[in-house]
């Protein structure tokens, strides 16, 4: 769907300041610059949201790199956008589009129960996406996987070294219980998971021959069957 609302600058090739500014309209996010004068001009968006969306063109996100090519360029205040050449009196050019998605997040709520011991998740997702965050016990706030393109994740939990226990995790999208191992986001989706851990208790003893008949076993022999 198209985004209304956005602003789209006009640059006059080599100066930093907008020579005309619209807004792009309707559902289909369109806009338009009427009565432009003969000249070279950089398309370029308004983009002051990096927290919120990030630009898929004119170059795709996601990627290690943005790289500028005959016809896509940086413009003035950061963003990407086209190169207009050589634009003539009466000529109209189209097609100049503008993509742009939300950050995804995933968020993880650990409970653990004693209240301790050191836990590590990791999520793993498009472009070799990895990251491992760690929390001692329960957290107190929810570890954050932040900035996440749309595509499909891995969310694991690593365990304390011996850890034996009753293992529970499930997340949701607000409207869905996924899997933390099959998560998928899309433009803008935020996924919190639950992870509780109950830890095994211990009971031990000690079993012997009792041969003196002193009921202490400091000094016996202990029955190994």
């Not at 016809?71 to 190169?83: F, S």
């Not at 998605?101 to 004693?114: H, L």
């Not at 954050?144 to 969310?155: H, I, Q, R, S």
Request: proline residues 5%; glycine residues 12%; hydrophobic residues 30%.
């Amino acid at each position: 769907p198209g985004v209304p609302t956005w602003i789209i600058h006009l640059y006059k090739e080599g100066e930093n300041t907008p020579f005309l500014t619209t807004t792009a309209l309707g559902d289909k996010g369109v806009f338009e610059f009427k009565n432009v004068p003969a000249g070279n001009y950089l398309l370029c968006e308004d983009f002051g949201w990096d927290d919120v969306w990030y630009q898929t063109d004119p170059y795709e996100a996601g990627g290690s790199s943005w790289l500028a090519t005959e016809d896509r360029v940086q413009c003035p205040n950061t963003t990407w956008g086209y190169r207009v050449n050589d634009l003539k009196l009466g000529e109209e050019r189209y097609s100049f589009d503008f993509g742009n998605s939300k950050w995804g997040s995933v968020r993880v709520t650990k409970i653990a129960n004693p209240d301790s011991g050191l836990f590590n998740f990791t999520l793993m997702g498009p472009n070799d996406y990895a990251e491992t965050k760690e929390t001692e016990g329960s957290t107190e706030s929810p570890l954050e996987f932040l900035k996440l393109v749309p595509g499909a994740y891995n969310l694991t939990e690593i365990l304390p070294e011996g850890w034996e226990g009753e293992q529970t995790a499930s997340c949701t999208d607000g409207s869905n219980t996924v899997e933390p191992g099959s998560i998928t986001l899309t433009s803008g989706l935020q996924v919190h998971c639950v992870f509780n851990n109950s830890e095994h208790g211990v009971i031990t003893g000690r079993k012997f021959e009792d041969s003196n008949g002193d009921t202490s076993g400091a000094n016996e022999n202990g029955l190994a069957n």
